[in-house]
């Protein structure tokens, strides 16, 4: 079993930056893809970005390519989401996942999932 625990939401102006934290515990986290999904209020659960275990790959949903950038600490167990160049349209929960094997935007092949951090984002 893995817990996920996010962290470092909050509230920023447009323009602006926040680095997401995801805290793995539990079982090894060897060999799972860690995940990124956002939620806005009224939307289904989208892909924002994933990072294979070996950091080997990333992979980001086209609205965020350039600026946020997916990382992981497998030594730490931890999972990082830098957000640069907020803009009104990210706000949303965010959560991280993760997934054994092969990396996907598909939220049901992700088994495990935090409880979600809050980023909202003034005009």
């Known amino acids: 079993q893995v817990q996920l625990a996010e962290s470092g939401g909050g509230l920023v102006q447009a323009g602006g930056s926040l680095r997401l934290s995801c805290a793995a515990s539990?079982?090894?986290?060897?060999?799972?893809?860690m995940g990124w999904f956002r939620q806005a209020p009224g939307k289904e659960r989208e892909f924002v970005a994933a990072?294979?275990?070996?950091?080997?790959?990333?992979y980001y949903v086209d609205s965020v390519k350039g600026r946020f950038t997916i990382s992981r600490d497998n030594t730490k167990n931890a999972g990082y989401l830098q957000m640069n160049s907020l803009k009104s349209e990210d706000t949303a929960v965010y959560y991280c996942?993760?997934?054994?094997?092969?990396?996907?935007?598909?939220?049901?092949?992700?088994?495990?999932w935090g409880q979600g951090t809050q980023v909202t984002v003034s005009p």
């Open positions: 996942a993760a997934k054994y094997g092969g990396w996907s935007s598909l939220t049901y092949l992700y088994s495990y």
């Open positions: 539990g079982r090894t986290f060897s060999g799972y893809v």
């Open positions: 990072i294979t275990w070996n950091m080997g790959s990333t």
